[in-house]
């Protein structure tokens, strides 16, 4: 049954993130609290920067000055000799200091590639030119590139649109239009808009926290605040459901159906992240997530929801007819 499948699917999710959210709370010592100026000078770069000494960054310009001399050195006019990291270079923070009388930016980095490439650059200069080691970081700094959004957007909704125009040739099932008796699709579609538009209105009322994130990222939800939690658990919630939604397409559809199904699932779901991820940052997200949410659920409840049943197999029909699953027919 799909509901005992969909159920056993929640429960490996959920020991999934309970192990996932298993830590090791560390001894407290008698001079925990005792710090210098120093570590408190780190402490305070640490709060508005997000990074501090020994971080590691990936380089993804297609390379990077670094100032051989002091910056002292630099801002005194001095001539100076400098070396280069390239593209996809690994470096460590290895020193940070400011300067207020540097005019261009208080802040240089000291940044060591190895132990003989090593200098200094202005942060300003760094982190254009630069991602946290990572590969969440890496993976929501290519997600979060305007120019790529705006390309992406181009090409997955003519691509997205190409599929369907072909599915509704072909008189395919296809999610909203001729869907299945089943409502995981629905949902996912669903949920796949509401957390583009939580993950836009996150960068827009919060973007230190989501700053904050970039540099630490995890997929705990049980290890951030509520509301990146929400977010986390939305993108969980994804994968279940998807899970769910191709257990059920399969219960409903041929092999071949099946394929074309998804891949207009696909597209609809790519579509709906484009278009209220970009909405969202120009305050449109929230009216055309309202207006969708009152379509899909008036398509599925109008014309998808199952209201019969085979009499002779048991499958859930939406209306009276021939079954598709045994060929019997109901009257």
């Known amino acids: 049954m799909p509901m005992r499948r969909l159920f056993i699917i929640y429960i490996i999710g959920v020991i999934t993130l309970l192990f996932s959210s ?24 640490y709060t508005t920067h997000h990074y501090t000494q020994n971080y590691n960054f990936l380089v993804k310009a297609d390379s990077l000055l670094l100032i051989c001399q002091q910056p002292s050195e630099v801002v005194s006019g001095m001539l100076v000799d400098t070396i280069s990291v390239k593209k996809n270079d690994v470096v460590v923070v290895a020193d ?7 005019s261009v930016d208080s802040v240089w980095v000291q940044i060591a590639r190895d132990q003989q490439t ?8 760094m982190l254009p030119g630069v991602a946290p080691d990572d590969p969440i970081s890496r993976f929501i700094d290519y997600f979060s590139d305007k120019h790529l959004l705006i390309m992406l957007a181009f090409v997955v909704i003519v691509a997205a649109l190409y599929v369907i125009r072909s599915l509704f040739r072909r008189k395919a099932k ?5 869907d299945i008796p089943s409502f995981y699709p629905t949902l996912l579609a669903l949920l796949v808009a509401a957390s583009a538009v939580f993950y836009s209105t996150i960068q827009l009322a919060d973007p230190d926290s989501w700053r904050h994130y970039y540099y630490h990222p995890t997929l705990n939800p049980f290890a951030v605040p509520l509301h990146l939690a929400l977010f986390l658990f939305s993108v969980w919630a994804m994968l279940l459901i998807a899970l769910a939604a191709f257990d059920d397409i399969r219960s409903h559809l041929s092999t071949t159906e099946s394929i074309f199904y998804c891949l ?24 055309l997530l309202l207006a969708y949410v009152v379509f ?4 599925y ?3 998808s929801r199952p209201v019969y049943v085979c009499g002779h197999c048991g499958a859930r029909l939406v209306r009276k007819g021939v079954c598709p699953r045994c060929g019997y027919r109901n009257v």
């Open 264 to 287: 207009g699932l696909v597209g609809v779901c790519a579509i709906n992240y484009v278009v209220f991820s970009i909405s969202t940052l120009y305050y449109l997200g929230y009216p």
């Open 22 to 45: 298993c830590y090791r709370e560390e001894r407290q010592t008698s001079d925990a609290w005792i710090v210098t100026e120093e570590q408190m000078d780190s402490i305070s770069f």
């Open 301 to 303: 409840f109008s014309g």
């Open 118 to 125: 090593i200098g200094w650059i202005h942060e300003s200069e």
């Open 296 to 299: 899909a659920l008036w398509r």
């Open 96 to 102: 940070i200091v400011t300067l207020p009388a540097d």
């Open 174 to 178: 296809i999610v909203h239009f001729n």
